[in-house]
């Protein structure tokens, strides 16, 4: 298969950690054949230091005619710490969202049994959970009117939804409840909020074309403690945008490190696939930032194309290499690998897929770690 491919790395970690994942779609191209064009743009805070625009219209245009997007992340202190700043980085990932028309933003959440130590939940509590999360992309709040009194004294954020809206998210997450445990739970808080009962209202109208999925319904605030202390009940939940964010974030405990946690964004023609952690300027050029996030994003983007066998590939080096302890220091704290040493590993893992062994000390020097 032939796919054009713009990579977007962003700001603080994301070069870093894109680089990785470039790194292991080249092995999979070799590997199985196809042929992956990678081209790079800027975006956020890079972009609007050079050209005062967080999404310049050749990044724009890129994305567009490409066949996929890897982003990587976005964010810098000297726009985040200043209230005032009329542009900033965040601004060209929500338009590019919008312009792409991405709707949907799917977040898996898995518990690496290796792991699960590093979670500050219960093993117990965690072990077995595997769920995914369908949140709306381009409406609600992030997207609605804004505006500040004359004064000062007073600011207002609408939150709109459409029917229209809320089916076509509702459609992919029933689907995807069916090629798993046939469990949706539409988060809201319809107790309180006019959108949220067009949500429920709608959502359980369209629940009668999948007869096989049983629905059920929570309000955010208990979703998110049922998150902390039941985690395993959930399978697909389905939210609204903001909803979404926050509890994709708190989900990224019962892995143990946000640093996990891939994202797919797709809508009727485009694709982006991005790891749900920030920027993480304290960490730029220090070599210690979790890139895996950005490779099962990879993964994802692979799952796209229906490339299965291709992403399982990924996936299993991801887990070998947890289970080898071949990690960055989130993970790892005491003998651990730097984000390029972890991306070789990968790499290599997909290339050479027979006598895995490690070998650490080939590993520090930067050779193939694969004998």
Not at 107 to 123: G, Y
Not at 141 to 147: A, C, E, L, M
Not at 167 to 190: G, I, N, P, Y
Request: aromatic fraction near 6%.
């Amino acid at each position: 298969m032939k796919l054009k491919i713009a990579i977007l790395p962003g700001d603080g970690i994301g070069p870093e950690i894109t680089q990785q994942s470039v790194k292991v779609l080249k092995a999979v191209a070799d590997r199985f054949d196809h042929q992956f064009e990678f081209e790079e743009a800027l975006v956020g805070a890079a972009a609007i230091d050079l050209l005062e625009n967080p999404l310049p219209d050749a990044t724009l245009e890129l994305c567009e005619k490409s066949d996929a997007v890897l982003f990587g992340a976005i964010g810098d202190p000297k726009y985040d710490n200043n209230p005032e700043a009329k542009v900033r980085p965040e601004q060209g990932l929500l338009k590019l969202r919008k312009e792409l028309g991405l709707f949907a933003n799917i977040r898996p959440v898995k518990a690496f049994d290796k792991l699960i130590d590093q979670s500050p939940l219960r093993p117990e509590r965690i072990q077995g959970a595997d769920m995914v999360i369908y949140r709306e992309l381009t409406g609600g709040i992030y997207f609605g009117d804004k505006s500040t009194a004359e004064d000062g004294q007073s600011a207002t954020d609408v939150c709109t939804y459409s029917v229209e809206e809320i089916e076509r998210m509702a459609h992919l997450a029933f689907k995807a409840a069916q090629q798993r445990s046939k469990k949706l739970t539409l988060v809201d808080k319809a107790n309180v909020l006019e959108t949220s009962r067009l949500w429920r209202k709608t959502v359980t109208a369209l629940a009668e074309k999948y007869p096989d999925v049983k629905l059920d319904f929570l309000y955010v605030d208990n979703a998110a403690m049922q998150m902390i202390l039941d985690p395993k009940q959930f399978d697909v939940i389905l939210t609204e945008n903001m909803f979404g964010d926050i509890l994709s974030d708190e989900a990224s405990v019962i892995g143990g490190s946000i640093g996990l946690l891939a994202s797919a964004s797709v809508g009727d023609k485009n694709a982006l696939f991005e790891p749900i952690h920030g920027s993480y300027p304290q960490a730029a050029h220090k070599g210690i930032a979790n890139p895996l996030a950005s490779v099962l994003s990879a993964a994802m983007l692979l799952d796209h194309f229906d490339l299965t066998e291709e992403a399982e590939a990924i996936r299993h080096a991801v887990e070998v290499s947890i289970q080898l302890n071949v990690c960055t220091q989130d993970i790892n704290k005491d003998n651990h690998y730097s984000t390029e040493k972890v991306g070789d590993f990968l790499e290599s893992l997909i290339s050479e897929v027979d006598n895995i062994n490690i070998n650490n000390e080939n590993l520090n020097l930067g050779q193939m770690t694969i004998i």
